[in-house]
């Protein structure tokens, strides 16, 4: 069993930087791929990036590769979301899941945050 709590979340304007922080609890944090969703109102939940258990491969949406860099620290149980070069559209709650395998799918991750309001501003 994985807890994740997000933070990091918060308002800034078009061109700015946020680094979204994921906590988690439980002995096998290690062990799992960790990734990042977010979901607009209106709109379906949508991967953005994830990054193997050992922290050593990482895979990013069209959308936000060469802005967002995903890093993780397993002595510390977190998983950090660098994100660079903010537009408005990026603009969502973004949402830390845990899972056994690395995909993009929302159905292959077992464990959820409860999210963190990110707001861009133009």
């Known amino acids: 069993q994985v807890q994740l709590v997000e933070s990091g979340g918060g308002l800034v304007q078009a061109g700015g930087s946020l680094r979204l922080s994921c906590a988690a609890s439980?002995?096998?944090?290690?062990?799992?791929?960790m990734a990042w969703f977010r979901q607009a109102p209106g709109k379906e939940r949508e991967f953005v990036g994830r990054?193997?258990?050992?922290?050593?491969?990482?895979y990013y949406a069209d959308s936000v590769k060469g802005r967002f860099t995903l890093s993780r620290d397993n002595a510390k149980n977190t998983v950090y979301l660098q994100m660079n070069s903010l537009k408005p559209e990026d603009t969502a709650v973004y949402y830390c899941?845990?899972?056994?395998?690395?995909?993009?799918?929302?159905?292959?991750?077992?464990?959820w945050g409860q999210g963190t309001q990110v707001t861009v501003s133009a």
């Open positions: 439980g002995r096998t944090f290690s062990s799992y791929c």
């Open positions: 899941a845990a899972g056994p395998r690395c995909t993009i799918l929302v159905a292959n991750y077992a464990f």
């Open positions: 990054i193997s258990w050992t922290g050593g491969s990482s």
